[in-house]
């Protein structure tokens, strides 16, 4: 059974950081690429990051330099960092495990960004 585990979410000011972690079981994690979507109240999932199963990254233009998504793969985790963070970035954060079409979703994490 395929599972994907967020946390580190939370309450952080303007201008602060968090560190998103995403444990993945039941698949052979470094065989898929992992990425991370968020969903703001009201609007559609928009994709944020990924990271691909040669290593390479791609971001959303409105976090690019601010957030960094990363793996380890010997705890078959990816972590989302973000940094510099606004209220536009309050959202329930969930990652993506993708490959071939197939996708596995995590449940989420949410993160409010308030002063």
């Known amino acids: 059974q395929v599972q994907l585990a967020e946390s580190g979410g939370g309450l952080v000011q303007p201008g602060g950081s968090l560190r998103l972690s995403c444990a993945a079981s039941g698949i052979n994690f470094g065989g898929y690429h992992m990425a991370w979507y968020r969903q703001a109240p009201g609007e559609e999932r928009e994709f944020v990051a990924v990271i691909t199963t040669t290593n390479s990254t791609n971001y959303a233009g409105s976090v690019k330099g601010r957030f960094t998504i990363s793996t380890d793969n010997a705890k078959n985790t990816v972590y989302l960092q973000l940094n510099h963070l606004n209220p536009e970035a309050t959202a329930v954060y969930s990652c993506?495990?993708?490959?071939?079409?197939?996708?596995?979703w995590g449940q989420g994490t949410q993160v409010t960004v308030s002063s």
């Open positions: 993506n495990a993708a490959l071939s079409g197939r996708h596995y």
